[in-house]
């Protein structure tokens, strides 16, 4: 008896037989791989997955390795069978994973809710689900966009035309807008009261100061020619700088921001 269970046993351990797969799942996608781990492996015909042929990469030379990339599939369990020459193996068990989906951004609020139409406002969105988002303002792209535990975003708003605008944060699970939006303001216009010295040598490089209101970021000409040096201190209400050189006579003083000019009266007398 034991004779002829001979060729049985010899036929079963000549069949493929599988252990299992490393590692036991994949996405719906497939084309990832995959390392099957079995018996009598070498010389594989084929390899499905729920019946569907996934595609074989190579095996080693004792046959007890198979890489594949499984062909895709819906999510869920499904049998893996190895072919060969010898037969069909029976069943490992795989595991198809559907992608998570990204979670829709909610946002609370922004603040500031103002700024210049300069742009350069830092700016600070709160709200949930916000982990890789870009955000616009009137269409346009902020800047310096970062984003904190998925809560938090940062950034700098682009320059604008004054008036509301919408502002928009996206991100991999959708788009929404903050309520309320933004609203551009633009700068006040510069205003300039006195001018010391008023007067200096054609040569220039007189030291001169001028007082006035909104003067930040501004520039000077006198005569059409700029002016050097300036300075003008944090609260935007005294400038300090250098005259150019210049003809002999009066010449017209202009201050210049980004949100206008102003022209100081009497101007500047070079002697």
């Known amino acids: 008896m034991s004779a002829n269970l001979l060729p049985g046993v010899s036929s079963l351990l000549s069949g493929p037989a599988l252990l299992g797969a490393l ?28 019946g569907a042929p996934g595609t074989i990469l190579s095996t080693d030379p004792f046959g007890l390795l198979l890489t594949v990339t499984p062909p895709p599939h819906a999510a869920g369990n ?108 633009a700068p006040p216009l510069p205003t300039v009261n006195l001018l010391l010295p008023t007067q200096g040598p054609v040569a220039g490089g007189t030291a001169f100061l001028i007082i006035g209101s909104n003067l930040s970021g501004a520039q000077v000409t006198i005569g059409g020619t700029a002016a050097t040096n300036i300075v003008v201190d944090p609260t935007g209400t005294v400038l300090a700088g250098l005259t150019p050189a210049g003809t002999a006579g009066n010449a017209q003083v202009v201050v210049t921001t980004p949100a206008g000019s102003a022209t100081v009266t009497g101007g500047f007398t070079y002697v």
């Open 23 to 50: 590692p036991g799942f994949g996405p719906t996608t497939g084309g990832n791989v995959i390392v099957l781990i079995g018996v009598n492996l070498g010389g594989a015909t084929s390899v499905t997955f729920d």
């Open 78 to 185: 499904v049998p893996v069978v190895v072919t060969t020459a010898a037969g069909a193996s029976t069943p490992a068990n795989y595991t198809y994973i559907a992608p998570s989906v990204p979670e829709v951004p909610t946002v609370v609020g922004i603040t500031p809710q103002f700024g210049s139409t300069a742009g350069g406002t830092p700016f600070a969105i709160v709200g949930t689900n916000l982990t890789g988002a870009s955000v616009t303002f009137g269409g346009v792209p902020a800047t310096d966009v970062n984003v904190f535990a998925g809560v938090v975003v940062t950034g700098v708003t682009p320059a604008g035309a004054a008036g509301n605008v919408a502002v928009q944060v996206t991100t991999p699970g959708g788009s929404v807008n903050v309520s309320g939006g933004f609203t551009y303001v």
